[in-house]
């Protein structure tokens, strides 16, 4: 376990080097680089603009400036922001909260909803549900979030009047109740792509193990359909499941951006679109990096556990 | 003397022998979206010219028309523009970079793909160890920080996307080549001198075909997505030019008054979608040989 | 190795007649086993015989209700199972009273240990959660209970491995452990489909010696579903050998050896050099010629027909034949076998 540890530390590290490096490129691709915000503004000559270079280290050489870049990065200076003149990450962390919220909310109903989706499309397979659930999964697949989004506001919050249009509670109102029902809206919106997500590979997942030799050693046994189910598919069914929840990450995030931006949510999304709205470079860049290195760390937590759920890699001494 | 009369034939897939191409009829999804597919790009590719308006000529009169109007058939605009042929506009420009972008992402990710899994070693780690990285930004927040650096046209979203998606192809392929290059075939080509480009071109690549087609359909479904993602967002495809994703970028101040102008690009986006998904896996289900018995 | 004398009279463990397997496929319902009929007594070995594709697996599978249901599979037939003073019919009890027999009163073997243990549940887990199902007992003393067990089939060091999981442990003591399962709750018949294929010679040889030395101690009644004659040599009392979905001879073990009448059994004894075990292993009898015919498309007449050096056309290939007794308690499905017995008898 400790090797695997290792092993796996070692290769997020390497990553997250790589990633570094993609993003400080992406920072100089813009035309101009970093100093383009300035030239746009119009109130800088070009001496300004030389003498500003020389003072942020714009003229030196590119490898030294991104070892000065990652040494900062990696002191947490991640630079200030433009707009309000704060610290990045500290603007970042702000916001950290209302994203996880509903990542958190929409995950947890994805995969409650998903699992057993998956597992009964497996049981009952090439029944009406199991079609029925594929033909719905595959929709769900293809169904623009935002504008998924925008139908739930029109038909929930317009039509019927049921839910508020957007952002996070009521100005004022700061009760569970009220941040409840505003989050319910974003919280399914952003589910739907999820569960369908969860509902396949569960299925597919499901489908490898019952048709495993074990499961017939326990349907040997005598043991009821129900306990076979629960403790000898389903155990061995979620194992995968732990890494798909890693490898989701990315699109949870890209999907949680657009869900924030069609409901005012004041996530982390919001807070880049907003950030490329004002063409503030160093917060468009500082999400950029922080939602990389949460992908890494949130694989490499989802192998941790994975090690830690299946005997066959996890610690126990031989 | 030529190495092909000399190698033995490598067990090829042909695309359109006949127990992929039943197998892929008898998925009837993947028939509904190849029927689907066809007729929008007919639709879009004909449509534009059948119908009497400009997708850019305004009329402040017909304002806020609801659909099913006796002259415009799916209602007007906050511009007075008529919907259903900026639909069919947007619908060209929306499929043009769905295809275009796969083009350009596999061109991309078969060569990286092939280049790491035939050559293995530190190149091959190399590049792979790049593909994860690429794929741990999460591609929203890429796609929007590099169009947010750049001037938007139809041209640069499509490089862009290409950008962000090549990715999967290349894992696809490096997995097969990798495991291809193994194979009896290979090694005999090999042993009898063929140069590397022609062992790539004629034995393993044709062999890696059904993995691929596969990537490639599910490429373009994501591709659209992508498109109306950032042309929705502000970051894509600019107005004047429709698109189904900037379509949809005004209609939210209007959903109170006319819920139609975001209801319909959206069905339009999510029929090509589930469309190309349900081709992909219908693909998936015919080119895989372990499905001959279903 | 065990002779064929008479044991004492007793009611017989279980008693299959007229079982019938149909699969219903893509290309047509497909009878994968048909006519099988066969009792067996308390302490008795049947060894069913015969080639993969033969229908031996799917009989074993078939008499415990263990092959996907309906649409797929229909079994017709009577499989009785006496146990507790009572017989079930289990091909139409209810699935509630199956499941009440299984693992507790007809327990089976599997041929892969390797894949047969669940992975994420320890060894003396899965024992125990058999012993909770049946006999009733609590946590602590159905793991104490499953200790002795795996000390019965001789495992070192019983109450380390209770708590091991199976990728920890070697195939033949994986084995051991599938044995003790389906011994946890004191069964009175032991199915064993091809126990021993998957394992090496010499872990083959304990794991049959094994049985045996629990058979002895229970008088448990065993199904042993093997490919390999040297095995059958050395466990069963009577044998069973199937061909093409049905049985085409079965007697007690000792005739069969000395004396084989249907010509495929005839082959199936010519292919191995001696009867030793492991003898056979890996050989696919290289004495027959032709191959197994197709369920799908079964030759008119007897299915062994078209291989046979017996084969007399216009008799052979006119209608099937039936399994008739020829000696005591040795049965033969052969239109020739009164013309083979002569001949052996001038030899």
Redesign the interface.
């Known amino acids: 376990m400790t090797r695997f540890l290792i092993g796996r530390l070692g290769q997020s590290l390497?990553?997250l080097w790589?990633?570094s490096v993609?993003g400080f490129a992406?920072l100089h691709?813009?035309?101009g680089g970093p100093m383009?915000q300035f030239a746009e503004s119009g109130n800088m000559t070009q001496a300004d603009m030389d003498r500003m270079a020389e003072q942020l280290g714009l003229n030196r050489p590119l490898p030294v400036q991104y070892a000065q870049w990652l040494t900062n990065i990696v002191a947490g200076d991640w630079g200030v922001s433009y707009r309000d003149q704060q610290p990045v990450l500290r603007i970042i962390f702000s916001h950290l909260g209302a994203t996880f919220e509903l990542m958190l909310t929409s995950t947890v109903i994805a995969i409650f909803i998903g699992v057993w989706v998956g597992v009964l499309g497996a049981v009952w397979r090439y029944s009406l549900f199991d079609s029925v659930a594929t033909?719905f999964a595959?929709?769900a697949?293809?169904?623009?979030?935002?504008?998924?989004g925008?139908?739930v506001?029109?038909y929930f919050s317009?039509e019927l009047g049921w839910l508020p249009a957007g952002s996070r509670m009521t100005p004022g109102d700061g009760s569970f109740a009220n941040r409840f029902h505003h989050l319910i809206g974003p919280a399914l919106v952003l589910a739907l792509v999820s569960t369908a997500i969860w509902s396949r590979y569960m299925r597919s997942s499901m489908l490898d193990v019952i048709n495993?030799?074990?499961i017939?050693?326990?349907?040997?046994?005598?043991?009821?359909e129900w306990r076979i189910l629960t403790?000898?598919a389903l155990?061995?069914a979620l194992?995968p499941m732990i890494t798909i929840l890693g490898l989701q990450?990315?699109?949870l995030?890209?999907g949680a951006?657009?869900t924030e931006?069609?409901f005012s949510w004041p996530g982390m999304g919001r807070l880049?679109?907003d950030s490329?709205n004002y063409?503030d470079y160093p917060t468009?860049?500082g999400?950029?990096m922080f939602?990389?290195i949460l992908?890494?760390i949130g694989n490499l937590i989802a192998d941790i556990l994975y090690g830690l759920a299946?005997?066959?890699i996890g610690g126990?001494a031989? | 003397m030529s190495n092909a009369t000399l190698a033995p034939a490598a067990p090829r897939i042909r695309l359109f022998q006949s127990p992929a191409l039943r197998r892929f009829l008898r998925h009837r999804?993947a028939v509904i979206g190849t029927i689907t597919i066809l007729t929008m790009v007919l639709l879009v590719v004909i449509g534009p010219w059948l119908m009497p308006f400009e997708p850019t000529s305004t009329n402040i009169r017909n304002r806020f028309l609801p659909p099913f109007d006796s002259t415009h058939l799916l209602g007007t605009d906050p511009l007075g523009r008529d919907t259903l042929t900026r639909l069919l506009h947007a619908g060209r420009i929306s499929l043009a970079v769905g295809f275009a972008v796969m083009i350009l992402s596999m061109a991309i990710g078969i060569f990286v793909g092939t280049v790491a899994g035939f050559y293995g070693g530190a190149l091959g780690a190399a590049l792979m160890?790049?593909v994860?990285?690429?794929?741990?930004?999460?591609?929203?927040?890429?796609l929007?920080?590099?169009s947010?650096?750049?001037n938007p046209s139809v041209i640069s979203i499509i490089i862009l996307i290409s950008a962000a998606s090549w990715m999967e192809i290349a894992r696809v392929v490096e997995a097969q080549v990798r495991s291809l290059k193994e194979r009896d075939y290979t090694v005999a080509a090999e042993a009898l001198g063929a140069r590397d480009r022609r062992i790539i071109l004629r034995e393993i690549l044709p062999n890696a075909v059904a993995p691929i087609v596969v990537a490639a359909t599910l490429n373009v479904?994501n591709a659209i997505?992508a498109e109306?993602?950032i042309s929705?967002?502000g970051?894509g495809v600019q107005p004047p030019t429709p698109s189904w994703g900037n379509m949809?970028q005004d209609?939210?101040g209007y959903?109170?008054s006319a819920?139609w102008l975001?209801?319909i690009?959206?069905i339009a986006?999510?029929l090509a979608?589930?469309s190309?998904?349900?081709i992909g896996?219908g693909l998936r289900d015919a080119l895989d040989p372990r499905m001959e018995n279903r | 190795m065990s002779t064929a004398e008479p044991k004492p009279a007793a009611p017989p463990v279980l008693q299959v007649s007229d079982l019938e397997i149909t699969f219903n496929t893509r290309a047509g319902p497909v009878r994968a086993v048909r006519d099988v009929n066969f009792q067996i007594a308390k302490g008795e070995t049947l060894a069913i015989v015969g080639e993969s594709g033969s229908g031996k697996s799917v009989t074993s599978l078939a008499m415990?209700r263990?092959l996907p249901g309906a649409p797929f599979c229909k079994v017709s037939g009577q499989v009785l199972l006496s146990h507790e003073g009572r017989q079930t019919d289990l091909v139409t009890c209810s699935a509630d009273d199956?499941?009440?027999?299984?693992?507790?009163h007809a327990?089976?073997v599997?041929q892969?240990p390797m894949?047969?243990?669940?992975?994420?549940?320890t060894a003396g887990t899965?024992i125990a959660?058999?012993i909770r199902?049946?006999i009733g007992l609590g946590q602590r003393a159905a793991m104490e209970r499953a200790i002795e067990l795996l000390d019965l089939v001789g495992i070192p060091d019983p109450r380390r491995r209770a708590a091991s999981?199976p990728?920890?442990m070697s195939g033949g003591m994986r084995q051991r452990v599938?044995i003790a399962?389906?011994l946890a709750c004191d069964p009175s018949l032991l199915i064993a489909d091809e126990p021993t294929t998957a394992l090496d010679v010499t872990i083959q040889a304990q794991i049959i010696e094994l049985m045996k030395d629990i058979q002895a101690r229970t008088d448990l009644a065993i199904i042993f579903i093997t490919h390999n004659l040297g095995v059958v040599a050395d466990v069963a009392d009577k044998v069973m050998v199937m061909y093409a979905g049905s049985p085409v001879e079965t007697a007690p073990v000792a005739d069969l050896f000395e004396r084989p009448l249907m010509p495929y059994t005839r082959g199936l004894l010519q292919s191995v050099p001696r009867i030793t075990f492991s003898a056979s292993r890996g050989q696919p009898l290289p004495a027959i010629r032709g191959t197994v015919p197709s369920p799908l498309a079964l030759p008119q007449g007897c299915s062994f027909g078209p291989r046979c050096d017996w084969f007399l056309s216009g008799t052979c290939d006119a209608d099937t034949p039936l399994l008739q007794p020829v000696q005591r308690g040795h049965d033969v499905r052969c239109h020739r076998c009164e013309t083979i017995l002569k001949e052996l008898a001038i030899q």
């Open positions: 390497l990553l790589i990633v993609v992406i691709l813009a035309p383009s033909i595959m929709v697949l293809s169904i623009p979030t935002f504008w998924f925008l139908v506001i029109w317009i495993q030799d074990y017939r050693t326990a349907r040997s046994k005598g043991i009821s403790r000898h155990r061995n194992l990450l990315p699109n995030l890209s951006l657009v931006t069609v880049f679109l490329i063409r468009v860049m999400i950029l939602t990389a992908v890494l299946d005997p066959r126990r031989r | 999804l160890r790049f994860d990285a690429m794929l741990c930004f999460p591609p929203i927040f890429l929007l920080a590099i947010a650096l750049i479904a997505l109306s993602y929705f967002l970051f949809l209609a939210q959903l109170r819920p975001a209801i690009p959206g986006i999510t979608v589930t190309f998904n349900f896996d | 415990l263990l199956m499941r009440a027999i299984r693992g507790r327990s089976i599997f892969e894949t047969s243990l669940n992975p994420v549940h899965q959660e058999s199902r049946h999981f990728h920890e599938m399962l389906a």
